[in-house]
């Protein structure tokens, strides 16, 4: 769900003559991430399965206790992005130059 707003917002500024090396950064950036994502959980549900199994609990108790902290991770990284999302990626509206909200027919002028 995130992803096309995410690529959207990356790729506002990007000039013409650059997009498809800007596109090529922030869907390698994508991947990275959720591989380096994916690891740091499955890293931390696996000590976590460790350390409870040594402690002395069952299998499925301990990978269900392992499971647990990987996604309460996980929500917490969620939420943090989405506030620092929130705080730090505001639309900006830009004045038009001469001083007056443009015509709905000024606005689509060029297009066709």
């Known amino acids: 769900m995130a992803f096309n707003p995410l690529l959207l917002a990356a790729m506002n500024d990007a000039d013409p003559s650059e997009a498809g090396l800007a596109s090529g950064v922030v869907n390698t950036a994508f991947m990275m991430g959720g591989a380096l994502g ?25 990978l269900t206790g392992g499971y647990h902290l990987a996604f309460l991770v996980g929500a917490i990284f969620a939420i943090a992005a989405a506030t620092i999302g929130a705080t730090l990626l505001r639309e900006t509206v830009v004045a038009p130059a001469h001083g007056r909200e443009p015509e709905p027919a000024e606005e689509f002028a060029g297009v066709q």
């Open 38 to 62: 994916l690891a740091i959980l499955a890293s931390i549900a696996a000590s976590r399965t460790d350390s409870l199994r040594a402690s002395g609990e069952g299998p499925l108790d301990a």
